[in-house]
C-alpha cells in the first residue's frame, strides 16, 4: 500500500510561484509512475503532469507547459511540482497519485491518490 501526502499549497499573487511537493510511503517512488491532477469547483478532475517510472520521461497538459515542472527526490521520496507564471485560472485544489503499471491522464485509473492540496492565485 501506498500512502501520498501533498503540501505546499497556499495562495499566491499572479505571476508568483509555489512548488508542490508529494510525500510518499510505502513504496519507493522510482517504481512508480506519479501524476499531479487538479480540480476546481464545479469541475472534473484534469491532468496536469506526470513523471515516469524509472527516470522515464514527464509529460505535460498544454497549459502547463512551460510554466510547470515536475521532478522527484528519490531519496526522499517526493515529487515536486514547480508552478511558475501563476495565473489566477491555475486556482484549484491540486492532486497526487500514483500507480504500478500505467501512466496516464486519467486521475482514477491511479492506484494511490493523495488529499490534494489547495492553491489558490490571486489577480
Known amino acids: 500500500q501506498v500512502q501520498l501526502v501533498e503540501s505546499g499549497g497556499g495562495l499566491v499573487q499572479a505571476g508568483g510561484s509555489l512548488r508542490l511537493s508529494c510525500a510518499a510511503s510505502?513504496?519507493?517512488?522510482?517504481?512508480?509512475?506519479m501524476g499531479w491532477f487538479r480540480q476546481e469547483p464545479g469541475k472534473e478532475r484534469e491532468f496536469v503532469a506526470v513523471?515516469?517510472?524509472?527516470?522515464?520521461?514527464?509529460y505535460y497538459a498544454d497549459f502547463v507547459k512551460g510554466r510547470f515542472t515536475i521532478s522527484r527526490d528519490n531519496a526522499k521520496n517526493t515529487v515536486y511540482l514547480q508552478m511558475n507564471s501563476l495565473k489566477p485560472e491555475d486556482t484549484a485544489a491540486y492532486y497526487c497519485?500514483?500507480?504500478?503499471?500505467?501512466?496516464?491522464?486519467?486521475?482514477?485509473?491511479?492506484?494511490?491518490r493523495g488529499q490534494g492540496t489547495q492553491v489558490t492565485v490571486s489577480s
Open positions: 497519485a500514483a500507480d504500478e503499471n500505467r501512466s496516464s491522464n486519467f486521475y482514477y485509473s491511479y492506484d494511490y
Open positions: 510505502g513504496r519507493t517512488i522510482s517504481s512508480l509512475h
Open positions: 513523471i515516469n517510472r524509472y527516470g522515464g520521461g514527464a
